[in-house]
């Protein structure tokens, strides 16, 4: 009977079983703590998403560095 209700609704019991672990960490640590977690989650898939496309550094910071410097120059 569980193997037939799994096979049938399995994305369904996932969903819900994923909304109850939000839930959970909702009641536990309160709304905005569950956002910046979830933000913290999403800047560290974003970092490894572009590192594993990537070569060369995620966050090129010579060419950041220079522009900075041509941006801020004092004397022009």
Do not use: N, T
């Amino acid at each position: 009977m569980w193997r037939d209700i799994w096979g049938i609704y399995w994305k369904r019991l996932i969903g819900a079983a994923v909304g109850l672990f939000f839930g959970i960490i909702y009641l536990a640590f309160g709304f905005w703590d569950m956002l910046f977690v979830a933000l913290l989650v999403f800047i560290g898939y974003w970092f490894g998403k572009q590192k594993e496309l990537s070569d060369g550094p995620v966050i090129p910071w010579q060419r950041l560095w220079y522009a900075l410097l041509e941006r801020f120059r004092p004397f022009r």
